[in-house]
């Protein structure tokens, strides 16, 4: 019985050692966001890089690379930080201290001494303005926090659409529309 169980435990640890990601599709199975089919792969020395499906090596080695998202992926090197690499293999954008994945057109990345702010697919920035705390766009309108005026929220465009509010939670959603009887 031992002899079973330390077999299983290494046929899992094996696996898990050579994990692959395949994309682009998800987990259930449907076309995930009109990528190529790209593998993201580990290689157990260098670290983690991006292959076609013939196995050729397209990307760098990066210590982590999330999933395509918007048509690029979050990839982080281990000294200088987050980037974003497009289908080709290629870095699109500088290094930054954090990020997260692409939401309606624009990715929200924290620069190493400024703050937060928001950039497009080509590393353009969305406003000039850096923030203490912002979230992701959500239907073309993200939350963020200037550190001066308060809480704000702002569109695709750059513009702010509310006024200033010291809570997040101040933000109440629109009243339905009445009903004529």
């Known amino acids: 019985m031992k002899r079973l169980i330390t077999a299983i435990s290494l046929l899992c640890a094996y696996a898990a050692a050579n994990a692959q990601?395949?994309?682009?599709?998800?987990?259930?199975?449907?076309?995930?966001?009109?990528a190529p089919s790209l593998i993201i792969q580990n290689d157990r020395?260098?670290?983690?890089?991006?292959?076609?499906?013939?196995?050729?090596?397209i990307s760098d080695y990066y210590a982590v690379i999330r999933p395509y998202s918007q048509g690029a992926a979050a990839a982080k090197d281990k000294i200088m930080g987050w980037c974003f690499i497009n289908q080709a293999g290629q870095k699109i954008t500088d290094y930054y201290e954090d990020v997260d994945d692409f939401?309606?057109?624009?990715?929200?990345?924290?620069?190493?001494v400024m703050g937060w702010t928001f950039i497009n697919g080509?590393?353009?920035?969305?406003?000039?303005?850096?923030?203490?705390?912002a979230y992701p766009f959500h239907r073309g309108v993200a939350l963020v926090h200037d550190r001066v005026m308060g809480w704000y929220l702002l569109n695709t465009?750059?513009?702010?659409?509310?006024?200033?509010?010291?809570?997040?939670?101040?933000?109440?959603p629109a009243a339905p529309p009445r009903r004529p009887w």
Not at 21 to 34: A, I, K, L, Q, R
Not at 45 to 57: A, C, E, H, T
Not at 122 to 133: A, P, Q
Not at 157 to 172: C, L, Q, S, V
């Open 21 to 34: 990601y395949y994309y682009p599709y998800d987990y259930s199975n449907y076309f995930y966001d009109d």
């Open 45 to 57: 020395i260098m670290g983690w890089y991006v292959s076609d499906l013939d196995g050729n090596r």
């Open 122 to 133: 080509r590393g353009t920035r969305l406003v000039s303005d850096y923030f203490d705390e």
């Open 103 to 112: 939401h309606d057109g624009y990715a929200l990345v924290k620069d190493k």
């Open 157 to 172: 465009a750059g513009k702010r659409i509310t006024d200033y509010h010291d809570n997040p939670r101040d933000f109440k």
